[in-house]
DNA sequence: GTTGCTTGCTAAGGCGCTTTAGCAAGAATT
DNA sequence: AATTCTTGCTAAAGCGCCTTAGCAAGCAAC
């Protein structure tokens, strides 16, 4: 039952053709002098036997895999991340191509050896994904073949697709001041840039952004309170020290969704309410902003259009080199008082 | 720079050898009488060239291609599932294969695209993973080939891999009891398992489990509230449901953790305190058991190693067929009044 | 001194596909 | 009637590897 595979061979001789003609049938060449005829039975033979082309030989005779290798640091553990991988995945399919996955949990050996394993079958190009955007280094196998870094960049300058944090971040202060927020406005999870020398690239455009959009409106942040990692307890405690203060903020700006999180909590514990009291907004469109009450009003990282951008910058043979930005939109959401939801909330 | 990769004819002219010599000392052939002199003379020119494999005609010569395909219905999107992923990654890697991975989000003609594609390309065995334990159906094409089910079933007797619902189910109760909960029970999901026709053979599993261990310990459970979708709200509304009882229970099995974190809310809106005036013990293990105060004790669905496993049995050729169940722990953390946390709460 | 075994290595075919060059027969040209 | 063009198709080589069969030389045996 489990018989052989029907190859061309087989198609061309149930057809009583060459093999050659099967090929240039089957493959849709224009050109080719072949007869209706010739053409109609070879199609009749390959539907009878169920041909199927093997791909592997396909590849190894013309040089092409239709494979792209996507190597991620740890993306699959990340929920955000493993956004990128399926934008990817879908990218790939719109392309007819298949992906190979790899995952080095970090571990620069392993992505050695798995970018090698990659190379050696032949990809067509490299996808290498980290799942906060970071400046990485690769193996030396990578650098000798077409890549592109999805939420990464790496010292040389390679095609590399990014959230535009800078935009996003300025959007998001824009539709605040466009609500009548300009006063009282406090920001969790770090201070102006250029007090924060250590922050990764992407914090770092996040902020210049907001700070842009401060200045531009004339507002000055209120109180910003940086903290070093971004958990739910420190957005609590620092929601806690912020309604501590003399003047109250009306509104809060967390770096992430997580510290809007724990904020929320604080706020919701002090007695106030979102976003009657107090609004609240953030970044990434984690699944948690739906957790919160109400829901979270976030500059959403687009990670699957992100993953789709690079599978097609990989394809593209005239991508323009470099970093391209992905528009981070603003989900407006009901805890910002005075923006009107863009989603059922 | 970017100059042809070496092939083994490239190494054996270095060499001085046919390529016979290189195939068979390279691939580390034992009974090959070739004398120490050639090999050393084949290895160190593979060395100089930097010759690696092309793993295309290899897999076109002898037939077996080195990599398993991965298809998920959509999977990457809920993080349990990419953890079933993660292991399957994982378990690849050990076995020293690569993944070909595809999403089907859910479409079956998707799903039979990807898979043919991934037959066609000569993948040695094929895992279809499931976000949700459940029957699925398969194309075609998949029925030929070595095939590892990935948190699902189907009508065939094929190799399965799944978790122990029956008995995680059957040890939490057992927990439970050895902590002294014995009365004042009450599930939030489903009642018992002969109530519950419409539900998936998992959860009727895992029904079964608690109703045995109901059984043993004679615990009748004090009030179920059988609810379709596990949501928050509806956590949130059972729980409010049973605290409008008269009598209000001491401890609250949640069939997943999306319930236990509405129930939880509706517990602390309450007025009352966990674990003190009520536990709470839950399913699944969801990253968001760690966001409740406390942290959740729950019934871990083990996906990681479940993926792991699959590999295994896909690689294995005597693997028993059929189900494979792995165990599902019990993560002990502080919302059960009486049971020492097995890790920081 | 033919036969036979061992040792050390290579020739060559095959995996299934693509692609280039070219053959044979008829049609068009001179 | 010989030459050149088309037309319609196929032979054959090649992608890079693996593997089977077998060759040549040296040695042992009869």
């Known amino acids: 039952m489990a018989n ?10 149930l057809a009583g053709v060459s093999p050659t003609a099967v090929s240039l049938v089957l493959a ?8 209706d005829t010739v053409q109609s039975r070879v199609h009749a033979a390959a539907a009878e036997l169920g041909y199927r082309p093997n791909l592997t030989a396909r590849a190894l005779s013309t040089q092409r895999s239709h494979a792209i290798g996507l190597v991620s640091d740890q993306a699959s553990v990340s929920p955000e991340a493993s956004a990128l991988i399926r934008g990817a995945l879908r ?3 719109a392309h007819r191509m298949t992906v190979l996955t790899a995952e080095t949990e970090g571990d620069p050996e392993i992505q050695r050896e798995a970018t090698e394993a990659l190379v050696d079958r032949g990809v067509d190009g490299l996808i290498f994904v980290a799942s906060r955007s970071r400046v990485i280094t690769l193996p030396e196998a990578a650098m000798r073949t077409r890549l592109v870094l999805l939420n990464a960049r790496i010292a040389e300058d390679r095609l590399a697709v990014l959230p535009d944090e800078h935009n996003g971040a300025r959007s998001l202060v824009d539709l605040l001041a466009q609500a009548g927020h300009r006063d009282a406005v406090a920001v969790i999870g770090a201070g102006a840039p250029e ?19 401060f200045a531009a409106h004339g507002i000055t942040p209120f109180a910003t309170v940086p903290e070093a990692e971004w958990e739910l307890s420190t957005g609590y405690d620092g929601m806690r020290a912020l309604l501590a203060r003399e003047t109250r903020p009306k509104v809060v700006i967390c770096l992430n969704d997580r510290l809007a999180f724990g904020a929320s909590r604080a706020i919701h514990d002090a007695g106030l309410r979102i976003p009657e009291d107090v609004s609240i907004a953030s970044f990434d469109d984690d699944v948690i902003a739906e957790y919160v009450q109400p829901q979270l009003t976030t500059v959403s990282l687009p990670y699957v259009r992100m993953g789709e951008l690079a599978v097609e910058l990989l394809m593209n043979d005239d991508s323009a080199p470099g970093e391209h930005l992905v528009d981070m939109p603003v989900h407006v959401r009901r805890s910002v008082r005075g923006l009107a939801p863009t989603e059922q909330g």
Chains 1, 2 share one sequence.
């Open 195 to 213: 007090l924060e020398p250590d922050v990764t690239f992407t914090v770092k455009r996040r902020l210049e952004g907001l700070w842009e959009g």
């Open 91 to 93: 990218g790939a399919r």
């Open 4 to 13: 052989r595979r029907a190859t061309q061979a087989d198609v061309a001789a």
């Open 28 to 35: 849709g060449r224009t050109g080719t002098r072949l007869s």
